[in-house]
């Protein structure tokens, strides 16, 4: 059996292995009641599909420090890939549709086998289930075969299609809070896509997606080919337009869609914050939900008055000044005792202070002061603001803007070089007189005043503050989003916290899968795209380069060993 068969069937019998777990876990019956195509597809009968041609595209891929493979290879690979996940899925229909599995997999019904059969039966949905498990694994491997531009496109078009199908409820109510009702009958019918909407969202996003990989270059060139005057010009224009599309966001997108567009904006605060440490500096903070804690529970007791000893009863905007200086104050605190400590011993120190934080808030011990597991009640309003969601957006907004405004300054400053060069190689960079100690604890201390902001309009927003609200996953949250959206980029921070938690506080009714989703979508991305969805240019230069010269020593070794000679590489 050839190297290339042999690693299409273990790639199909892993995606057959995926498709038992989607299933058996109840994510194909549970997203079936949404539709991608109204009567037509399902979102529930197009996730096989999609595992068919991911194990297709990874069995067209050429192995590492091949040439390109042929395209009746690719082709050949991407269909017996796809045919073994759809033959091994065919078995588990026919084995939930034979035998009474449920009283030990609860979603192993006779119902998972219709979806999986396409409704047509165990012979001839079996059939179509080898048959179009084959077509779609060759046309995953397909996208090798097409030139890169049209591959990416078609590839963006369909994961967007496929959100903006699911997004139903919510861009419909846009549509229709913007008197664009026209344009929703024409895009939606019964919670999905119609078809003519399918096909427009999905040439429009794929022409977009094409245009710009062809073209983008020459649009950059063009801009900064502008003389320097106009392009300032041209870059406050943006801002101004970007403002002013933000001020009358919650107006557009109406109540629910602005509840989930102000908890994303704490956890952006949260993200531009931890970025300062993580992102600039390079340390690896794992208990920042420490300082969110503190941003939360300082401006509950300074301002309500059910706060159980000290009550003041400031109002929100006069307790603001103080809890920005108690969380920089900790954050000195934290960092003063981990100044030796690099790397993995840093994020498990970091890691046990988020977990001593919590545990302090919920004490009896602390309780006198916190309220303990009982938390602090009667936070009082941002006034002029309300808790309203389209009320508490702006003070949100505002320092969003403003707290992004600072970490851009700060990035291009002598202290942003500073860290840059701590992160890049700490010993190198106190060899060469930067002062370690210093930036270090800088770090922290502004990453824990901007993440207190989070805390504070957190507890002002819902009203009350509770030590299990600040969990690890707070942390692991932060940290995700800014590693997803992109390193060291504000626009990254962003769009990491629109996607981990923008999306799944919009799809709640499937939140009893979001942490499987949430893993998978981290994997993938750091297969695929470790450097985020939008790196900076350092960062992006730095992986591959990294890359690069693990593939030319390779390359090397593999050289070497072939004709029993060293080689040397530069």
Request: aromatic content about 8%; some cysteine.
């Amino acid at each position: 059996m050839s190297p290339m068969v042999r690693r299409a069937l273990t790639l199909g019998l892993f995606g057959g292995i995926a498709g038992i777990h989607v299933s058996l876990v109840g994510i194909v019956n549970t997203f079936q009641t949404r539709d991608l195509i109204a009567d037509i597809v399902t979102i529930g009968s197009v996730i096989p599909m999609l595992i068919a041609i991911m194990v297709g595209w990874l069995a067209g891929r050429a192995p590492r420090h091949a040439a390109e493979l042929a395209a009746p290879t690719a082709l050949g690979a991407g269909a017996v890939a796809g045919a073994v996940t759809g033959t091994i899925l065919a078995l588990l229909a026919i084995l939930v549709d034979s035998v009474s599995l449920t009283w030990i997999l609860v979603n192993a019904r006779p119902q998972l086998a219709t979806i999986l059969q396409f409704e047509q039966g165990p012979v001839v949905g079996s059939v179509l289930l080898i048959a179009g498990g084959a077509a779609l694994g060759a046309a995953g491997a397909v996208l090798h075969i097409l030139p890169g531009a049209i591959a990416r496109s078609i590839a963006m078009a369909g994961i967007i299609t496929i959100i903006v199908a699911l997004m139903e409820p919510f861009i419909g109510a846009v549509l229709r809070n913007v008197e664009l009702r026209a344009i929703e009958g024409f895009l939606y019918d019964s919670g999905g896509l119609t078809l003519p909407g399918f096909i427009l969202v999905f040439a429009l996003i794929g022409a977009g997606v094409y245009g710009w990989a062809t073209r983008g270059d020459r649009a950059r060139a063009r801009v900064e080919a502008m003389p320097p005057d106009r392009r300032r010009a041209a870059k406050i224009a943006v801002y101004l337009a970007t403002i002013g599309i933000l001020l009358i966001l919650p107006q557009i997108v109406g109540q629910r869609l602005s509840e989930v567009i102000g908890t994303v904006g704490i956890y952006v605060l949260l993200g531009l914050g931890l970025n300062i440490v993580v992102g600039f500096a390079g340390l690896l903070d794992l208990g920042y939900v420490a300082f969110f804690a503190v941003g939360a529970y300082t401006t509950a007791i300074l301002t309500s008055p059910a706060s159980p000893v000290f009550t003041p009863e400031l109002p929100f905007w006069g307790a603001l000044p103080f809890v920005i200086l108690a969380a920089a104050l900790i954050g000195l605190a934290v960092g003063a005792p981990v100044l030796r400590l690099r790397g993995d011993y840093l994020a498990i120190v970091t890691l046990g202070f988020g977990e001593i934080a919590r545990e302090i808030f919920k004490s009896a011990w602390a309780q006198p002061v916190t309220g303990g597991a009982q938390g602090i009640l009667s936070i009082p309003e941002p006034i002029p603001f309300s808790r309203d969601p389209q009320s508490i957006y702006y003070p949100i907004l505002f320092f969003c803007i403003l707290a992004a405004i600072a970490a851009t300054t700060l990035a291009s400053s002598r202290v942003g070089r500073a860290w840059n060069a701590m992160r890049e190689d700490e010993s190198v960079a106190e060899a060469t007189g930067v002062n370690t100690i210093k930036y270090k604890l800088l770090a922290f201390g502004l990453g824990a005043a901007f993440g207190c902001l989070g805390g504070a309009f957190f507890g002002a927003k819902i009203g009350v503050v509770f030590p299990d609200s600040f969990n690890i996953l707070v942390s692991i949250n932060a940290l995700a989003l800014i590693i997803l959206g992109g390193m060291g980029n504000i626009a990254g921070v962003v769009l990491g916290a629109f996607v981990l938690v923008g999306l799944p506080e919009l799809l709640r009714e499937f939140a009893e899968y979001r942490l499987l989703i949430y893993g998978v979508v981290l994997v993938v991305m750091m297969l695929l795209r470790p450097e985020g969805l939008l790196p900076s240019r350092s960062r992006r230069a730095e992986l591959h380069e990294v890359k690069d010269e693990d593939d030319d020593d390779m390359y090397a070794d593999e050289v070497g060993e072939e004709t029993g000679r060293p080689v040397v590489t530069a």
